[in-house]
């Protein structure tokens, strides 16, 4: 379970967390949602310990990830915002291993995992593939292979369908939906919930460096345009 209490961050003199509380069970599907600025990255970059709190905690299974970050770095998969800016090879293959290499496991371990984690977003005909000749909605797979490659127990991505047109942006939320029946956790930041809200089971809206909102997606959806998020039914 990933268990945040009380966290605070500020940038300089702007305060952007100020006391957020929230648990994740092992398992959950779960959107975080809220306007431009109101601090959903700087909230997930404190989950595997990119940014060191002010005050307050993170813990993943009762260890506090700035005690031990490589701890929560191979629990907690990120994708970030411009997965582009996330590649480190030139090849889809090679991307891949990064992570496993990194965590000095053998060839053919390397090999098991880079081969499911292409598996599991529809790429495994794709490891010879130079990154940059793949399209948005490819390369938003692969950055999410990179981080199942660390077969985390969970995956939080940051603006995944950012950019994507219609059927890349439904490919990459199936094999979101596919993640999560097979148990791993989900954390989708978001500030538009189109395709979204029916998919998760939880919703959690960050407001003025709070949790103003954190219940099932259905019951939330007439309470967003008052946190400045549009309802995904209008
Ligand atoms: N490195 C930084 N230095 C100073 N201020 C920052 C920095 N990173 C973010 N901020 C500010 O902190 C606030 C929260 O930013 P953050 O990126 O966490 O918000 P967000 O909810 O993820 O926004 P978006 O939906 O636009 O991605 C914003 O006002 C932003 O300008």
Redesign the pocket.
């Given at each position: 379970m990933i268990a945040v209490r009380d966290l605070r961050y500020q940038?300089?003199a702007?305060t952007?967390l100020d006391g957020v509380t929230l648990s994740i069970p092992d398992g959950q599907y779960c959107l975080l949602v809220?306007?431009?600025?109101?601090?959903?990255?700087?909230?997930v970059?404190h989950l595997n310990a990119l940014l060191t709190p002010d005050a307050g905690t993170v813990t993943v299974d009762g260890t506090d990830v700035t005690d031990d970050p490589v701890v929560a770095r191979t629990q907690i998969g990120m994708v970030f915002?411009h997965p582009r800016d996330q590649f480190v090879a030139a090849t889809v293959g090679a991307d891949v291993a990064f992570g496993p290499e990194n965590l000095g496991l053998d060839r053919d371990e390397i090999d098991r995992r880079v081969t499911a984690a292409l598996d599991a977003v529809d790429l495994d005909g794709a490891r010879e593939r130079r990154i940059d000749a793949l399209s948005g909605g490819e390369q938003a797979r692969v950055a999410i292979a990179g981080a199942l490659a660390m077969e985390p127990d969970y995956l939080v991505l940051?603006?995944p369908l950012v950019g994507l047109d219609w059927p890349a942006r439904e490919s990459v939320l199936d094999h979101l939906d596919a993640l999560a029946a097979d148990g791993t956790g989900i954390i989708v930041?978001t500030?538009d919930l189109r395709d979204l809200h029916e998919r998760a089971d939880r919703l959690v809206a960050?407001h003025e460096g709070q949790v103003a909102l954190d219940v099932p997606p259905a019951e939330a959806l007439d309470s967003l345009p008052d946190l400045g998020i549009r309802d995904p039914r209008c």
């Open positions: 940038y300089g702007v952007v809220g306007p431009n600025g109101c601090g959903k990255t700087t909230l970059r915002q940051d603006e930041v500030h960050l």
